[in-house]
Structures are given as C-alpha cells and as structure tokens.
C-alpha cells in the first residue's frame, strides 16, 4: 500500500507570493491534516479535512487555507507569503475521524518551504 | 484548551535508560501516543496506549500512563545512536469535536 505522499518536496518563493502544497493519503483514509513544523514552535496543527469539511483548525491567520476533494486528496494554500512562514508543512493521513477508536496518522515526508 | 507540553530536550548516554514525559490538559483524551521523527523524515507511530490502561510494554518501550496527574512518559531501555530523534506524545480527544493533539516535540541525543 503506497504511503502519503506530497508535493512537492522542496519549495523556494519570495515573499508576498502564494504557494499551493499537495497532499495525497494513503488510498482509503479520508481524514487528512495539515501540520506545520518549525524548530521554535515545534508542531503546530493547521486544520483537517475529513470527507471534503474542514472538521477543525487551528490558530492560523486567514492566508492559510485548505481543501479536500472527493478522492481525498487535500491540499494547502498560503497566500502573501512571510518570511515566518518558512518551514515543514506535513500532512498526515488517518482512517476516520473519530474518538473512540485507535487511530494511528499517517505522515508524508512533508514540503520544506523557504521564503525568502 | 488543550495543551500537550514535553521537556525540549534529553541527552543520554548509549546504553542507558531514557525516559521522556508528557503532559496534557484534557481529560476526555481516549487514547496517547508516541510518535517518533527522525531526520529529514515525517512522524511515525510507535506506541500508543488507552486512556483506561496504566502501562503498555513493547519490546524496549514501557509506556506509564498516570490518569490522575495527567503525564504520560514514554520509557526506552537501552537507548541506542539509532534512537536519536524527536519524540512527540500526541492525545486523541472527544471533548466537543473529535481532535487529535500533539505535543512539542522533545530532541533526545544518545552519545555513544
């Protein structure tokens, strides 16, 4: 079974342009969130997205925003980009969007961005 | 609100014990886990434990969970090179919308 991937990989802009990350789930996973990583804040949630509805956010600025299409695929948009917003985004993909079960996420590689 | 909080940092040396904590505000959390990051790579599972469960052994990894006090702790006996990475604890909640909540991240460095 293929993992999660994203695209792309590696991501160089400058500031004030937008970008658009791509996340693929592992096929069958409906529920995708975004993360992002950097060394001073460490893990911070973006949102998720389970079949097509953002079910949760977290404490982002409107220039991010997500989507989900009916295949389950998401992707994440950042508009106006700062130089803060340099850093792993990763996306993890899970089975279903529920509490109470066992539900393991499943992470891509992540897109390193650099804005510069 | 929901908060996950881990120490940032643990060295230890190679062959030693190490052990990782873990804190977390909600209750309503049905189940925690570690998951571990290394270089250049994403997160991966490598243990988790139901909220109604104390502790959880798996080959090099206890896992000691302490309801009352909220601090979960992930153990790793003979700590090898290999283990160098970010560990990050994570909870599963029901309180209002189902979420899923990790922590900071703690940078273990094993010196050989």
């Known amino acids: 079974k293929a993992g999660v991937t994203q695209t792309p990989r590696y991501l160089i802009k400058t500031r004030g342009q937008q970008v658009t990350l791509s996340c693929s789930p592992i096929?069958?996973?409906?529920?995708v969130s975004w993360y992002q990583q950097t060394p001073g804040q460490g893990l911070q949630f973006l949102f998720e997205y389970f079949s097509e509805t953002q079910r949760n956010k977290g404490n982002f600025p409107g220039r991010f925003s997500g989507r989900q299409f009916s295949n389950s695929r998401s992707e994440m948009n950042v508009s106006t980009l700062e130089l803060g917003d340099s850093a792993l985004y990763l996306c993890?993909?899970?089975?279903?969007?529920?509490?109470?079960?066992?539900?393991?996420?499943?992470f891509g590689p992540g897109t390193r961005l650099t804005v510069l | 609100g929901e908060d996950v909080e881990q120490s940032l940092f643990l060295s230890v040396r190679e062959g030693d014990s190490s052990v990782i904590n873990c804190t977390y505000t909600d209750s309503s959390s049905t189940y925690l886990y570690w998951y571990k990051q290394e270089p250049g790579a994403g997160l991966q599972l490598l243990t988790y434990?139901?909220?109604?469960?104390d502790m959880k052994q798996d080959q090099r990894l206890t896992v000691l969970l302490n309801k009352k006090d909220k601090h979960l702790s992930l153990r790793i006996a003979d700590t090898q090179t290999g283990d160098s990475a970010i560990y990050f604890c994570a909870e599963s909640t029901t309180s209002g919308t189902y979420k899923y909540i990790f922590g900071t991240g703690t940078r273990l460095k094993v010196l050989a």
């Open positions: 434990i139901f909220s109604n469960m």
């Open positions: 096929s069958g996973h409906r529920s």
């Open positions: 993890a993909s899970s089975l279903e969007s529920s509490g109470g079960t066992y539900n393991e996420q499943f």
